[in-house]
């Protein structure tokens, strides 16, 4: 088998091909995955059609200054909650001017947990054309499978997302 060829049945390349098949652009904000989401969306091929750009906002003040993450929020709810993940989408789309987005923030551990946001909490959103949906996640696992399933739930809720809203 050639090890160049794409998993036609993988989450990513099923999200690639309605992303780019629906002229649809994607921007994505993360924190705890580190750059996996975007990773995975590019290994479609022609996804630079659709794929505007990826931040890796991990410090609070980057994810102020790129997304507009508004201070209050981030002093209120931390950086790790629903409503910091939502302005990380929303924030994102805006800047890049994009119609979808992904955002990730969570504990990927194996430090940094407390019995209120224990290690393996992650909350994803994605927004499509001013819907954003956030979940709350608890992952198990080391620090990488934490990222992975984060990862994949999150290209997962998007496929999901889009596909609710009748793109094929």
Do not use: W
Request: hydrophobic share 35%; aromatic share 4%.
């Amino acid at each position: 088998m050639n090890s160049d060829r794409i998993n036609e049945d993988s989450i990513e390349f099923k999200l690639g091909k309605i992303l780019c098949n629906n002229k649809l652009t994607i921007s994505t904000a993360e924190s705890c995955t580190g750059g996996m989401v975007a990773a995975k969306l590019i290994s479609y091929p022609g996804i630079s059609a659709s794929f505007l750009e990826g931040a890796i906002t991990y410090s609070n003040e980057a994810k102020m200054k790129r997304l507009g993450v508004r201070k209050e929020t981030l002093d209120a709810y931390g950086a790790v909650s629903e409503e910091t993940a939502r302005e990380m989408a929303e924030g994102v789309a805006k800047a890049s001017s994009s119609n979808t987005s992904i955002a990730t923030t969570g504990i990927a551990g194996p430090g940094g947990g407390t019995d209120e946001k224990p290690v393996g909490l992650v909350y994803i959103a994605v927004h499509v054309n001013n819907k954003t949906i956030i979940e709350k996640c608890n992952f198990s696992g080391n620090r990488e499978e934490i990222r992975i399933s984060a990862t994949n739930h999150a290209l997962k809720m998007l496929k999901d997302e889009l596909e609710n809203q009748n793109y094929k």
